[in-house]
């Protein structure tokens, strides 16, 4: 079997069941994804025409009846859902946070130094303080950092001083322990040429106070900590993380043990969590309802997050239950379906001005593609989050692609490449595992050294403990 138009060969471990069937022609007409399930249309006749983030049908109310999705190209649902987060009146209020608990949180407000930085001369190195030129006699006593304000210098006269000490008045140079010598008189005498001024820090050398530091919407790094507290603060106004709260339906899922008798480990429960601590989100609960619509309405309406995500019961199988669910509760439906691979039924659904829904696929991978389109996106905007540059690599193989679909498929970074990874069915999590990003592959594949857009994933770039906060 071939993928139209790329010459590739598709294996068909590389498909799942929808994306083999979209590769079998039947009788005239090309049999397309579950996402476009009406009657074959020439472009741009009735709804095959993508809906675009500003038009009506961006938006729309869970119709009633048999269910049929709506899906929009992969770039316009990330815009939408990015776009999503901007259009409640209700902006979320700053909060004071201490620098121990601001990691990863983004400045609400600028900051502005408190105090010159250094607040007073200090020496850069360990050594002598002195007073004109050379050679000089030592005082006894020395200055250590943190010591009161030294005496001041006479002219011929020096003082053994640390780094980050005061430096005494008078002072016209600092001298490293490594460039002085001291003759059998007691006497300090310098080993190669100085200069005026040379080793101290002036007062205000690196700021002076009022200046701004950073701007509103700066991520706290762990750097932004230590610049915060030196320039005198012990807490900072910030953005509060957006609350989330994960519901896992699925009455085949356990949660200890080997899989047995039909019943699978649930594998989204302990995945999705630290990911989504790691775009930014507070995960305020986890909640596993099992394929229970009343469950599911009454952890809905109940719930007070910001966001709610779900995994599984995006399809319409009897017991997919969201869809039913959002109707209910007469949500507004914003993306429902993505032409992606894998994860094209994903959604994602405004409750309340407020508060939005994201409804991930059940397959695991499948899952992280909902997560990345449109989970990603919306946190970010809620946490006044910066987009992340986007940028592409050539792959070093050919990667398959879904001949309409956008396809998302684990790699690796080898120097100036990414390579493709096998184990990357909408099931797996053994290719992710092993991976540094996303390629987003478009329809009809990419060749080897064709350029790729990646998508990073939040462990690639740094430790799990500077992400995962």
Avoid at 217 to 238: I, R
């Amino acid at each position: 079997m071939t993928a139209r138009g790329t010459g590739q060969g598709l294996d068909a471990e590389d498909l799942d069941v929808e994306e083999a069937l979209a590769l079998v022609k039947d009788g005239n007409s090309t049999a397309r994804p579950t996402g476009d399930r009406g009657p074959a249309r020439r472009e741009g006749e009735g709804n095959s025409t993508p809906a675009s983030p500003s038009s009506p049908e961006a938006g729309h109310r869970a119709d009633a009846g048999e269910h049929r999705h709506r899906a929009i190209p992969w770039s316009d649902a990330r815009t939408i859902s990015a776009r999503a987060a901007r259009s409640g009146t209700a902006r979320p209020t700053p909060v004071s946070v201490t620098l121990g608990d601001a990691l990863g949180l983004v400045l609400a407000a600028p900051l502005t130094a408190l105090t010159d930085l250094p607040s007073f001369d200090t020496s850069a190195m360990d050594g002598w303080a002195v007073a004109g030129p050379g050679p000089w006699r030592v005082r006894e006593e020395g200055v250590l950092a943190g010591s009161a304000a030294p005496a001041p210098l006479a002219d011929g006269e020096a003082v053994r001083i640390a780094t980050g000490a005061r430096i005494p008045p008078d002072t016209t140079a600092v001298l490293r322990s490594e460039h002085g010598r001291i003759d059998d008189n007691g006497r300090l005498h310098p080993t190669r040429e100085m200069q005026h001024g040379q080793d101290i820090r002036p007062r205000g050398q690196e700021c002076r106070s009022g200046d701004q530091l950073l701007r509103a919407g700066a991520v706290v790094t762990p750097a932004v900590l230590g610049l915060a507290a030196a320039a005198g603060y012990d807490t900072l106004a910030a953005v509060p993380r957006p609350r989330v709260e994960v519901l896992v339906l699925g009455d085949e899922l356990l949660t200890e043990g080997r899989p047995h008798d039909g019943l699978i480990r649930d594998a989204l429960g302990p995945m999705l969590p630290p990911w989504l601590r790691g775009l930014g989100a507070d995960v305020i609960a986890v909640r596993r309802l099992g394929d229970d619509a009343k469950a599911l309405h009454k952890a809905i309406t109940a719930s007070g997050a910001d966001l709610i995500v779900t995994t599984g019961g995006t399809a319409s199988g009897p017991v997919d239950h969201v869809h039913p669910t959002l109707r209910r509760v007469d949500a507004e439906l914003l993306v429902d379906g993505v032409k992606v691979r894998p994860g094209h039924p994903m959604l994602l659904a405004r409750l309340k001005e407020d508060q939005h829904l994201v409804g991930l696929p059940g397959n695991p991978l499948a899952a992280v593609s909902g997560l990345l389109t449109l989970a990603e996106p919306l946190l970010r905007t809620l946490a006044a989050r910066p987009a992340p540059e986007r940028y592409a690599l050539p792959l070093r193989q050919a990667a398959h692609g879904h001949p309409y679909d956008t396809r998302l498929i684990p790699v690796v970074l080898r120097g100036d490449h990414a390579v493709p990874l096998h184990y990357n069915g909408p099931a797996m999590l053994r290719g992710i595992a092993a991976a540094d990003a996303l390629a987003v592959v478009p329809p009809g594949g990419a060749r080897a050294g064709q350029e790729t857009e990646l998508l990073d994933l939040p462990w690639a770039s740094a430790g799990i403990d500077a992400c995962f906060t």
